[in-house]
């Protein structure tokens, strides 16, 4: 688990340019919470279902549901909000700045 949700994406995000594409940053992110929601599915699923405890279609389907209500939740939030702030002192120089 230290790997996955520690390591692996620390050392994917070390460099500049990775974390200025988007697509990298989205394959990270979902890396991480893939790795989030297995560290969790593996501490509570041997206290609650013993031996019963699988990885099935339920499983999964609850993984897909948890994330598709993130994402709505995430999005919702977004929207309610200005992404740009407001009588910001360096706003105009940082949106004609150049590499």
């Known amino acids: ?10 050392i994917l995000l070390m460099s500049r340019d990775a ?6 940053l989205i394959f990270v992110g979902m890396l991480i919470f893939i790795g989030h929601w297995l560290d969790v599915f593996m ?5 609650t279902l013993g031996d019963h405890g699988k990885l099935g279609f339920f499983e999964i ?3 897909v549901t948890f994330l598709g209500g993130f994402i709505f939740w995430i999005l919702t939030a ?4 200005p992404l ?6 360096y706003m105009e ?3 004609h700045h150049e590499i």
């Open 1 to 10: 688990m230290f790997i996955i949700n520690f390591a692996f994406p620390m």
């Open 19 to 24: 974390k200025r594409s988007a697509p990298f």
């Open 43 to 47: 501490l509570v699923t041997p206290g």
């Open 61 to 63: 389907g609850m993984f």
């Open 78 to 81: 977004l929207t309610k909000r």
């Open 84 to 89: 740009m702030p407001k009588n910001h002192p």
């Open 93 to 95: 120089e940082s949106l």
